[in-house]
């Protein structure tokens, strides 16, 4: 555990030998049970009952098939509707004491897997193999074009003047790298399999419009060409699919593979 969470669990009586409250220099004995009550905040948005298409669940993650259009968390503007509430209402009703914890986290528009810790312990491991690249992410794409059959985009990404929130290539920006690989050419469009080895935000989109193919339906990174075609074939969301997550598990160190069903890439049938 970090040693910020470990003192607060120590200084708040959530560090227990045997059910009874224990200081850190007590000598444990063959037998004991030791247990660590993590704290978790309460959310200040409403728990909801909506429809989450489980992927996984075990006693420390949870992962989900997030829809396109979905927000992940609330904010001002909406406080209700998200992932983070339908998740908050199915440990609601499955009496589960979990809080919100996103790993990996997506775009409104973007749809796939998302990974969820159960508590801030797991999330604290996963965010740091994170920052290792120890979670493989596979991502498919429909961008405009006809990109090279592999390749590595090597460019980094910047954020726009303030108050927007889009990004673009710059060399003021921070370093970033996704390979991908031509998966079929279909005339004008390709399916691409992408690889984000860091994880800037918008980076995929950016990527590719940066090397000349942007993802089809993407109203701020698409050309005139890709928009018009995403008009054409009535694409109306980003074609940007979350498709498998794959990690080792912290706790009991198997290897984890999550993919979301083939029927679920609606959009890539076209």
């Known amino acids: 555990m970090s040693l910020s969470l470990m003192n607060k669990l120590k200084w708040d009586d959530r560090l227990l030998v045997n059910g009874a409250p224990c200081h850190t220099d007590y000598l444990v004995k063959p037998g004991d049970i030791v247990t660590a009550k993590l704290p978790d905040s309460t959310p200040e948005y409403p728990a909801e ?5 489980i992927l996984y669940e075990d006693d420390h993650f949870l992962a989900v098939d997030k829809p396109a259009g979905m927000l992940i ?77 592999k390749g590595v985009i090597d460019a980094p990404i910047a954020r726009r003047e303030k108050p927007s929130l889009l990004r673009y290539v710059d060399d003021s920006g921070k370093p970033c790298l996704t390979t991908y690989r031509l998966l079929e050419n279909r005339g004008k469009y390709s399916l691409l399999e992408l690889h984000p080895i860091t994880g800037r935000t918008h980076q995929l989109r950016v990527h590719c419009a940066y090397m000349g193919h942007p993802i089809l339906g993407d109203p701020q990174y698409g050309s005139a060409e890709s928009l018009a ?18 990690f080792t598990h912290p706790i009991t160190r198997e290897e984890i593979c999550l993919q979301i069903r083939n029927d679920h890439i609606i959009v890539f049938n076209v």
């Open 73 to 149: 968390h609330p904010s001002r503007a909406c406080n209700t509707g998200t992932l983070a509430n339908f998740v908050l209402g199915y440990y609601r009703k499955t009496g589960q004491n979990c809080a919100f914890h996103p790993i990996t986290r997506l775009d409104r528009d973007t749809f796939g897997v998302v990974l969820l810790a159960k508590n801030s312990h797991i999330h604290a491991l996963m965010m740091a193999a994170l920052r290792e690249n120890a979670l493989k992410k596979t991502y498919y794409a429909l961008v405009w074009g006809e990109p090279d059959g």
């Open 49 to 53: 009952d909506g429809n989450l298409e």
């Open 229 to 246: 075609l995403s008009g054409e074939m009535e694409i109306t969301t980003q074609a940007l699919c979350a498709g498998k997550l794959e």
